[in-house]
């Protein structure tokens, strides 16, 4: 039975960004988007568990209790890493996802050039979608070490669980993890605004209260960045009203429409020469698409966003065409990736 230690080290060498130990089969790594076998010793039931309560020490409990538990870890040679452990069939599996040993910079990232305007704004949400492991922690965590660098802030975050750990620096930060620190993101971010917050990171927006509150937030003058996992700009906004009675839409309509400044949509695709890109849509909320999110015409914001380039609006279409065009990407990961395939095939026919 490999040290686990080993095992996070040996996957991080080999470009690995997740790991999967499940009973009956070996541990997994997932390298550029696809799983591999680490070796060829299939687990057990008792190799999964002694892995588990490794990792959870004391909180073990809490999975036999609920059947799962979600934690963050620093091992050896300071790997840090977000752990899900879950119970399927009796048994119990981990899902451990590999962070960055830094907080990358933000110019690093390849994302659209708007996004840099985002560190400045002093209200108003910020939105950043896309699907689990599309590097949404890693943009929110590079945004906010860009103002903790460079504007005199006080930065609370609401995290489930605390991913990156900031060092401050022009910024008072206070990180706040979601069953330990606070009970839930409802009752953390209606505190939170009794904590006298400049900026506000809520990990991820699930349910009505915590998306009322961070209208609220908004409203009141705080920069607020949050998650949703939607897969473009337009979906993030029916997202939102969605949660809503319907007799509520129209004032959220009025409320998002007011205080969206911005929705960054990504994903992660292969590159041409191995390892991965982030491709990203970014949405600048502009006086036409205020009207649009207003009037629930959410629709034509693919549109909008097409005419908008001038503002740093970019479309995941064009985005992809882009990737294309420099060559970082095939043209078969582009038309896979696209919202419109026959738009994109169209502009990478060789």
């Given at each position: 039975?490999?040290?686990?230690t080993?095992?996070?080290?040996?996957?991080?060498?080999?470009?690995?960004?997740?790991?999967?130990?499940?009973?009956?089969?070996p541990?997994?790594?997932?390298?550029d988007?696809?799983?591999?076998d680490f070796?060829?010793?299939?687990?057990?039931?008792?190799?999964?568990?002694?892995?588990?309560?490794?990792?959870?020490?004391?909180?073990?409990?809490?999975?036999e209790?609920?059947?799962e538990?979600?934690?963050?870890?620093?091992?050896?040679?300071?790997?840090?890493?977000?752990?899900?452990?879950?119970?399927?069939?009796?048994?119990v599996?981990?899902?451990?996802?590999?962070?960055?040993?830094?907080?990358?910079?933000?110019?690093?990232?390849g994302?659209?050039?708007?996004?840099?305007?985002?560190?400045g704004?002093?209200r108003?949400i910020?939105?950043?979608?896309?699907?689990?492991?599309?590097?949404?922690?890693?943009?929110?965590?590079a945004?906010?070490?860009?103002?903790?660098h460079?504007?005199?802030?006080?930065?609370?975050?609401l995290?489930?669980?605390?991913?990156y750990?900031y060092?401050?620096d022009?910024?008072?930060?206070?990180?706040?993890?979601?069953?330990?620190?606070?009970?839930?993101y409802?009752t953390?971010?209606?505190?939170?605004?009794?904590?006298?917050?400049?900026?506000?990171l809520?990990g991820e927006?699930r349910d009505?209260?915590t998306?009322e509150?961070a209208?609220t937030?908004?409203e009141t003058?705080?920069?607020?960045?949050?998650?949703?996992?939607?897969?473009?700009?337009?979906?993030?906004?029916?997202?939102?009203v969605?949660?809503?009675?319907?007799?509520r839409?129209?004032?959220?309509?009025?409320?998002?429409?007011?205080?969206l400044m911005?929705?960054?949509?990504?994903?992660l695709l292969?590159?041409?020469?191995?390892?991965?890109?982030?491709?990203?849509?970014?949405?600048?909320?502009?006086?036409?698409?205020r009207?649009l999110?207003?009037?629930g015409?959410?629709?034509?914001?693919?549109?909008?966003?097409?005419?908008?380039?001038?503002?740093?609006?970019?479309?995941?279409?064009?985005?992809?065409?882009?990737?294309?065009?420099?060559?970082?990407?095939?043209?078969?990961?582009?038309?896979?990736?696209?919202?419109?395939?026959?738009?994109v095939?169209?502009?990478t026919?060789?």
């Amino acid at each position: 039975m490999v040290d686990l230690t080993t095992v996070i080290q040996q996957a991080k060498a080999r470009r690995g960004s997740d790991i999967h130990i499940v009973k009956g089969l070996p541990i997994r790594i997932r390298v550029d988007g696809d799983l591999q076998d680490f070796d060829d010793e299939i687990m057990t039931d008792y190799e999964c568990e002694f892995y588990a309560r490794e990792m959870a020490g004391e909180d073990f409990k809490k999975i036999e209790k609920s059947g799962e538990l979600d934690l963050a870890i620093t091992f050896d040679g300071g790997i840090r890493c977000r752990i899900n452990l879950f119970r399927q069939r009796g048994a119990v599996s981990s899902a451990i996802r590999i962070l960055s040993e830094k907080i990358p910079n933000l110019d690093d990232l390849g994302l659209p050039p708007a996004v840099q305007k985002f560190p400045g704004l002093n209200r108003g949400i910020v939105l950043v979608t896309g699907e689990t492991g599309s590097g949404k922690s890693t943009t929110l965590a590079a945004l906010l070490d860009r103002i903790n660098h460079t504007y005199p802030n006080h930065i609370v975050t609401l995290e489930d669980p605390i991913e990156y750990i900031y060092t401050p620096d022009k910024c008072t930060i206070n990180q706040r993890e979601i069953g330990t620190d606070t009970e839930s993101y409802e009752t953390g971010l209606r505190a939170i605004l009794r904590e006298d917050p400049d900026v506000i990171l809520i990990g991820e927006m699930r349910d009505l209260n915590t998306i009322e509150t961070a209208l609220t937030a908004a409203e009141t003058g705080h920069l607020v960045f949050a998650t949703l996992h939607t897969n473009s700009a337009a979906e993030a906004v029916d997202r939102v009203v969605d949660v809503f009675p319907e007799g509520r839409q129209r004032q959220i309509r009025l409320q998002l429409s007011t205080t969206l400044m911005a929705v960054l949509s990504q994903q992660l695709l292969p590159r041409r020469t191995g390892g991965r890109v982030c491709a990203a849509e970014l949405m600048m909320v502009t006086p036409a698409i205020r009207n649009l999110i207003r009037e629930g015409k959410t629709p034509q914001i693919v549109s909008a966003i097409s005419t908008s380039a001038a503002e740093g609006s970019i479309t995941m279409d064009n985005a992809l065409i882009q990737l294309y065009k420099q060559k970082i990407i095939s043209a078969d990961v582009a038309k896979a990736a696209a919202r419109d395939q026959e738009y994109v095939r169209k502009n990478t026919m060789y």
